[in-house]
Nanobody
């Protein structure tokens, strides 16, 4: 089993920044990549960004490209999502997820085996 714990959510004004963190523990050797997803009220959960376990490969949704950066803290089993130039439409619960299969699509919910509990991000206009 893999445990994922998110932190860093909160309330910020439009144009501001937040940094989310995801701490991974347990059978982390089984993880191929981490991903961030988000779910706004009344909407489906959607892909935000992903990074390989070694931090060498990243991918982003078009809606966040150029504003968000996903990275790994090499000193810890922690992955960060730096969110800049936040917009009200970024308001959502953000989830960290882990997948073990390198052949599954990085932007699909079903590709991920483990999920965190989520952290709320609210961007006011």
């Amino acid at each position: 089993q893999v445990q994922l714990v998110e932190s860093g959510g909160g309330l910020v004004q439009a144009g501001g920044s937040l940094r989310l963190s995801c701490a991974a523990s347990g059978r982390t050797f089984s993880i191929y990549a981490l991903g961030w997803f988000r779910q706004a009220p009344g909407k489906e959960r959607e892909f935000v960004a992903s990074v390989s376990w070694n931090g060498g490969s990243t991918a982003y949704a078009d809606s966040v490209k150029g504003r968000f950066t996903i990275s790994r803290d090499n000193a810890k089993n922690t992955f960060n999502l730096q969110m800049n130039s936040l917009k009200p439409e970024d308001t959502a619960v953000y989830y960290c997820a882990a997948r073990g299969n390198p052949y599954k699509k990085y932007d699909q919910l079903f590709s991920y085996d483990y999920w965190g509990q989520g952290t709320q991000v609210t961007v006011s206009s």
